[in-house]
Nanobody, 120 residues
Framework: QVQLVESGGGLVQPGGSLRLSCTAS????????MGWYRQAPGKQRELVATVTPGHSTEYSDSVKGRFTISRDNAANTVTLQMNSLKPEDTALYYC??????????????WGQGTLVTVSS
């Protein structure tokens, strides 16, 4: 079993900051790309940011310049630093990882989600 455990969500005022973390645990060979997605009420899940094992990053246009994704390969952890938060950033944030169970088995694993609420 491979699990992703997220932490760091909460309530923050507009303009504030939050830091989300996600750690992979269990039995696996290696982790490929890791990323954060979010789903707001009544909307589809959308990509927020991804990071490769080599630390190449991609961001959605809506968060560029405000959010920073990073990872610690040794700790199997991905972090999302969110600054200048807006009410439209309110959503359930999910961590996702591409995991090699061994050289032949690859699966995508999702975390359980952590709620971010931006409100005054």
């Amino acid at each position: 079993q491979v699990q992703l455990v997220e932490s760091g969500g909460g309530l923050v005022q507009p303009g504030g900051s939050l830091r989300l973390s996600c750690t992979a645990s269990g039995s696996f060979f290696s982790i490929n790309a890791m990323g954060w997605y979010r789903q707001a009420p009544g909307k589809q899940r959308e990509l927020v940011a991804t990071v490769t094992p080599g630390h190449s990053t991609e961001y959605s246009d809506s968060v560029k310049g405000r959010f920073t994704i990073s990872r610690d390969n040794a700790a199997n952890t991905v972090t999302l630093q969110m600054n200048s938060l807006k009410p439209e950033d309110t959503a359930l944030y999910y961590c996702k990882a591409g995991v090699y169970k061994d050289l032949h088995r690859y699966l995508e694993v999702w975390g359980q989600g952590t709620l971010v609420t931006v409100s005054s």
